[in-house]
């Protein structure tokens, strides 16, 4: 069992930069592929990036790409999404997910373990 808990999340204005973080429980985090998703309120949880299990590799949503950087320190136990040139739309709760295996995910089904979701709010 992996516990996550976010943080970093607040207000920003449009344009401006965030980096969120996620703080992992156990001993073998590098076995477990990361990702971000976020949720608007009353819309669907969407994939955002994803990272492998020795962060080897990344994946991006298209909207993200090229503003969003995710990365992982896994000495720390930790994964990170550094998310710049904020726009208001991208306003939500943002949760960080622990995947069933150390490869990259992007559906939310390949993911078992979630954090309880930090608040981001863009302000136009």
């Known amino acids: 069992q992996v516990q996550l808990g976010e943080s970093g999340g607040g207000l920003v204005q449009a344009g401006g930069s965030l980096r969120l973080s996620c703080a992992a429980s156990?001993?073998?985090?590098?076995?477990?592929?990361m990702g971000w998703f976020r949720q608007a309120p009353g819309k669907e949880r969407e994939f955002v990036a994803a990272i492998s299990g020795r962060g080897w590799s990344t994946f991006y949503a298209d909207s993200v790409k090229g503003r969003f950087t995710i990365s992982r320190e896994n000495a720390k136990n930790t994964v990170y999404l550094q998310m710049n040139s904020l726009k208001p739309e991208e306003t939500g709760v943002y949760y960080c997910?622990?995947?069933?295996?150390?490869?990259?995910?992007?559906?939310?089904?390949?993911?078992?373990?979630w954090g309880q979701g930090t608040q981001v709010t863009v302000s136009s």
């Open positions: 156990g001993r073998t985090f590098s076995a477990y592929g």
């Open positions: 997910a622990g995947g069933r295996s150390p490869n990259i995910h992007h559906r939310k089904e390949e993911y078992d373990f």
